[in-house]
T-cell receptor, first 115, second 115 residues
């Protein structure tokens, strides 16, 4: 079955450590997105990518980094520069950068906690 | 600038009643798509309905319909005959087709269905 997979589901990080969240899709989608969600809040865009080897900063990119070396993969690194990384992280993909009638597919999310 | 606004932080509705969740948007791109997602307490994002900016008719999907008023830049979600399982967070989102092609979300509305 096609879909988008995030791993791990739960992640614990010590202060000062970098951690990488995985996002993989086998839908052949061009565009991929990373969001951060705090309790009771909306989704805030961290980074997005419309094509391999290219990505753009979203609204809250500070303290995060990404790569897009393969079409199906868009990992997010939460660096030690991110002051308050505890949050729920969602990855999404959408089929084509120019398509109108499309659904954005989401992974199940990664819940990151700093201990 | 691309922006989505949901002005209802929470709504309480009796079971079997219809409910309208408000969404207004701002964009200068003539080509865009509007989405509604449901997020239950598990955190998964469930796609409900899509409306393209050039679609002549309002989108419908089962009990969900989208009241699209282009001149007012509003895209309200209407849920008919609400059920207890409809209790969740609901997010409106927009993606510009010609511009930056970000997928941006509103702050969400927490819907509670009372028996």
């Amino acid at each position: 079955d096609g879909g988008i997979t995030q791993s791990p589901k739960y992640l614990f990080r010590k202060e000062g450590q970098n951690v990488t969240l995985s996002c993989e899709q086998n839908l052949n989608h061009d565009a991929m997105y990373w969001y951060r969600q705090d309790p009771g809040q909306g989704l805030r865009l961290i980074y997005y990518s419309q094509i391999v080897n290219d990505f753009q900063k979203g609204d809250i990119a500070e303290g995060y980094s990404v790569s897009r070396e393969k079409k199906e993969s868009f990992p997010l690194t939460v660096t030690s520069a991110q002051k308050n990384p505890t949050a729920f992280y969602l990855c999404a993909s959408i089929i084509s950068t120019g398509a109108m009638n499309t659904e954005a597919f989401f992974g199940q999310g990664t819940r990151l906690t700093v201990v | 600038a691309q922006k989505i606004t949901q002005t209802q932080p929470g709504m309480f509705v009796q079971e079997k009643e219809a409910v309208t969740l408000d969404c207004t948007y701002d964009t200068s791109d003539p080509s865009y798509g509007l989405f509604w997602y449901k997020q239950p307490s598990s955190g998964e994002m469930i796609f409900l309905i899509y409306q393209g900016s050039y679609d002549q008719q309002n989108a419908t999907e089962g009990r969900y319909s989208l009241n699209f008023q282009k001149a007012r830049k509003s895209a309200n979600l209407v849920i008919s005959a609400s059920q207890l399982g409809d209790s969740a967070m609901y997010f409106c989102a927009m993606r510009e087709i010609q511009g930056a092609q970000k997928l941006v979300f509103g702050q969400g509305t927490r819907l509670t269905i009372n028996p």
